[in-house]
């Protein structure tokens, strides 16, 4: 993963990299150092995120479920 493609990633699921540095704990400096060049961005990062995006998903299904079925009642 690239800067570039990190710094949307984060944007696309509305968060910060404090938020993400907090999230992941590990420092804000350092996730704010990160580049391509000699500090690129580690590789557990991309599946982080990606397992982030899934169960932020799973959270709204299942809220809506929960909506949709408690309501049906």
Not at 37 to 60: F, G, M, Q, R
Request: with cysteine.
């Amino acid at each position: 993963m690239n800067k570039e493609t990190f710094t949307t990633t984060l944007k696309g699921v509305g968060l910060s990299k404090k938020d993400f540095a907090e999230l992941a704990s590990i420092s804000y400096n350092t996730v704010n150092n990160w580049n391509d060049d000699n500090k690129p961005i580690p590789s557990w990062v991309n599946s982080w995120l990606t397992l982030y995006i899934e169960n932020a998903k799973c959270k709204e299904l299942k809220a809506l479920l929960k909506e949709t079925v408690c309501d049906n009642q």
